[in-house]
């Protein structure tokens, strides 16, 4: 990449409206244009320099798109098989009960091939915070179907649609995760505007202060676009996730300190 | 102060792991190895040692529970039966992939699928050659006495974190069931001071620790094997073990591991009395393997017997090692049966010597 | 000395208990011992058996075909194991529920009806010590003071209590074991 210029004149520490957080490194992303990933890393990342706990942390990667997050985030990181992350958490958590542990998973991961280490670790009550990013897609592997992939919408393996009599229901893991007696907090966000941004910001920041309540599983969904596997353009897949996937997976908080919300 | 207690082979691994001061054990339960969970449960071993204990949801839980565990720097372990060890294999090529210590403990049934919980060595080369994806190996420890099952605890973690692999415990159910004497070494501490690769915490000023067996530069990653290749050939140099049994004189040589050495200690006594000089190897490492020792003992005898409850894989190993210096020959029992001394005797004489 | 037992009866019948207790003994006496279970099915009601070896020596197998003793109590271990004796061996059953007695010449055969004296006891448990004090009486291997060591040794601590009703048992097995038939080994 070329080097840019700096305008020394305007670059002064008295006009800074804006700085990268020191938890993210320098490592220029993977992700396409537009991706939620990259907002999803950098709220992350945020809260952990803001709870000064950068020491403190060891996340979890899972295989998918985010697969590579430990090479953006400064922290301690482990790399999980297929659906394991939250095997890698629980155990973790029960070695070092002192620190932050969480999980970063994708839809693929964390609701097909990692249904039961995910329902287990949060019937179990670990003391972890899962982070699952749900554009109801296969990003990495090219845009196949997913569990969370709606009813008739393409994939390259549901070319003409998800016809769920043919290829089952799209699994709303969230929704069955909050039932369960282990978990403290589950709650469904977005990064496509300002506000969602903030709103999901606080999310993130209870799920980790949970932490330290020891009370079971904080769980934060995030429904992402994924423009590369929906051939969209950014705007348009922003747009059609608004009109197709939050009618299906609404946002808000599905459970707030342990008690399901109305 | 050692402690002389009677026990079972899976209370013995379960007993010396506390002892060594074992950190974690994650596993789920299968016959006949759910004494090792059992007994876990039973001691409270978080009370004794502060040890972690958790009944995972399956196999495959279990041993990532122990890929993050091992990444952490702690010393934990797993066990499991032949078709829990193949739900593994995934976790174990990325442990190994990843250079993490763990160890793992198989406790063999005969197969294939479900097949029986009888005892078997059939799982010789999934054990010995790999088991999962890509090219790696595991530390294969073969205990075949109550003793050697706990010694070989606190052996198998002792070498995992010597070389950053994988250790196991190859052994079967009739090891496992039986109760013998067994020697107990003192209870140790837990460590304190963790490997500078953990995940623990990234340091302040210190770059952040990634436990990871993913690299995509093709360079890279062959770089990478060939380190972990050379890695195995250290230890094919330092950590050959195994013992003989009259072997000085031996004009045959029974080479078998574990219940089948056993069995065959039996055999070399009434082929003995017969008049036949007989001698016994037994590896106590399967990988790595005698090589060396097997390849002198072929220069000595006229022929050598594979005495295994599988349908011949160590036999494999056997005869690369010989190179076909003398003849070698195969004799196995499978679905969970165990050779009786007589007959392996009888094999001896028809396979090899009048053969 | 190697001596190759097998135990063998009714699951519940405290074969394999009976077993441990024989290999405890044999530790309390500087011996090296083995004690190996049939397991699987099979335990869960039906037929249990133990192979115990106590030796001077390194103990090669642990499973074994031929024995020097074995110990029988019901009729399917008698079709099973008579012929498993080694020639010169010791053979010892309960007759209770024994249909076809044990046959072979070449052997000694000894009979202690542990059932019927433990049901006189009035304590169906202790069965498994009576047939015990027997093998010990027609087998003077073990110190009975080993055996009641042994017994202290597999007995958890909360049954410490019990210990007074097992020796007295193995005691009544020592007393009722009869010979039936006797060759010299």
Redesign the interface.
């Known amino acids: 990449m070329a080097e840019q210029t700096v305008n020394k004149d305007i670059a002064k520490e008295e006009n800074l409206v804006f700085k990268k957080t020191s938890v993210l490194t320098d490592k220029v992303m993977h992700y396409c244009p537009g991706c939620g990933h990259g907002t999803a890393h950098r709220l992350i990342a945020e809260v952990i320099e803001e709870m000064n706990i950068q020491s403190e942390c060891i996340g979890i990667t899972p295989v998918g798109c985010s697969v590579l997050m430990y090479n953006y985030l400064d922290v301690d990181m482990q790399e999980a098989a297929h659906g394991r992350a939250p095997a890698l958490a629980t155990a973790v958590k029960r070695l070092m009960p002192e620190k932050f542990v969480f999980t970063y998973q994708g839809d693929g991961d964390l609701a097909a091939i990692g249904t039961a280490e995910t329902i287990h670790a949060a019937n179990r009550g670990e003391n972890i915070t899962i982070f699952f990013i749900n554009n109801g897609i296969y990003g990495m592997t090219g845009g196949q179907m997913a569990p969370t992939t709606l009813p008739n919408m393409k994939s390259s393996t549901s070319p003409y649609g998800r016809d769920v009599k043919m290829m089952g229901n799209p699994l709303k893991m969230t929704e069955l995760v909050a039932q369960l007696p282990g978990t403290y907090y589950v709650t469904r966000q977005a990064v496509h505007t300002p506000k969602d941004v903030r709103k999901a910001k606080k999310a993130i920041r209870k799920a980790f202060e949970n932490q330290k309540l020891e009370r079971g599983l904080s769980l934060v969904e995030i429904v992402s676009n994924c423009n590369s596997g929906w051939k969209m353009t950014p705007l348009q897949a922003n747009e059609w996730m608004v009109e197709n996937m939050f009618p299906f997976y609404p946002m808000g908080d599905l459970k707030v300190d342990g008690e399901m919300v109305k | 102060m050692k402690e002389?207690k009677?026990m079972k082979g899976n209370e013995a691994i379960a007993e010396a792991a506390i002892r060594a001061g074992a950190d974690a054990y994650f596993g789920y339960p299968i016959?006949?190895q759910s004494e090792v969970l059992e007994y876990l449960m039973a001691e409270k071993p978080h009370e004794r040692t502060g040890m972690v204990v958790l009944q995972a949801e399956s196999e495959v839980a279990a041993i990532n529970m122990v890929y993050g565990g091992a990444a952490c720097g702690r010393k934990v372990f797993t066990s499991s039966s032949s078709p829990g060890i193949s739900l593994k294999q995934e976790g174990i090529s990325y442990i190994a992939g990843s250079e993490l210590p763990c160890l793992i403990v198989n406790v063999v049934r005969g197969g294939p699928g479900l097949g029986t919980?009888?005892p078997s060595q059939s799982d010789y080369f999934q054990a010995t050659k790999g088991g999962g994806h890509g090219d790696y190996r595991l530390i294969v420890l073969a205990p075949s006495s109550v003793q050697e099952m706990a010694d070989f605890v606190k052996l198998g973690f002792d070498l995992a974190f010597k070389y950053r692999n994988p250790a196991m415990i190859l052994t079967d159910?009739?090891i496992g069931?039986?109760?013998?004497?067994v020697w107990l070494e003192e209870q140790q501490p837990r460590m304190t001071e963790f490997p500078e690769w953990a995940t623990t915490g990234k340091k302040p000023g210190k770059e952040r620790n990634i436990i990871t067996s993913l690299d995509l530069d093709s360079a890279m990653q062959e770089k990478f094997n060939l380190k972990i290749q050379e890695k195995y050939r250290e230890m094919e140099e330092n950590e050959v073990r195994y013992e003989t049994f009259e072997c000085d004189d031996a004009e045959y040589l029974l080479v078998a591991y574990g219940?089948s050495a056993?069995?065959c200690?039996?055999s070399v006594?009434l082929a003995r009395e017969k008049g036949i000089k007989v001698g016994l190897l037994r590896p106590q490492t399967l990988f790595p393997f005698p090589k060396k020792k097997i390849s002198e003992m072929a220069s000595q005898v006229k022929g050598i017997l594979s005495v295994e409850m599988s349908a011949g894989q160590m036999v494999e190993d056997i005869k690369l090692s010989v190179e076909g210096k003398v003849k070698v020959g195969h004799f196995g029992r499978m679905g969970g049966i165990?050779h009786?001394?007589?007959e392996i005797v009888t094999a001896l004489e028809q396979k090899i010597i009048g053969g | 000395m190697t001596e190759e037992i097998i135990i063998a009866g009714f699951g519940g019948q405290g074969v394999l208990s009976m077993g441990?207790i024989l290999?405890?003994s044999g530790?309390m006496q500087d011996q090296?011992?083995?004690?190996?279970?049939s397991?699987?099915?099979e335990m869960r009601g039906g037929t249990a058996n133990v192979t115990v070896i106590l030796s001077d020596e390194r103990?090669?197998?642990?499973?074994l075909?031929k024995f020097d003793t074995a110990i029988i109590l019901n009729q399917q271990s008698m079709d099973k194991f008579e012929k498993s004796v080694k020639p010169g061996g010791m053979l010892i059953y309960d007759g209770n529920g024994i249909i076809r007695h044990p046959e072979r010449k070449d052997i000694s055969i000894c009979r202690v009806d542990a059932a019927e004296e433990a049901a006189k006891m009035e304590n169906t448990k202790v069965f498994n010590m009576i047939v015990l004090g027997g093998y010990l009486k027609v087998k003077p291997l073990v110190k009975l003071e080993n055996v009641i060591k042994g017994l202290k040794?597999?007995l958890p601590e909360r049954h410490h209590a019990l210990l007074p009703m097992n020796e007295k048992a193995i005691k009544r097995g020592l007393e009722i074991v009869q010979k039936i038939h006797e060759v010299n080994s």
């Open positions: 002389l009677l016959t006949p919980i009888q159910g009739a069931q039986m109760m013998e004497k219940t056993r069995i200690q039996k006594q165990i009786s001394a007589e | 441990k290999a405890y530790i090296e011992v083995s004690w190996m279970p397991y699987g099915p103990i090669s197998s642990p499973i075909d040794e597999s």
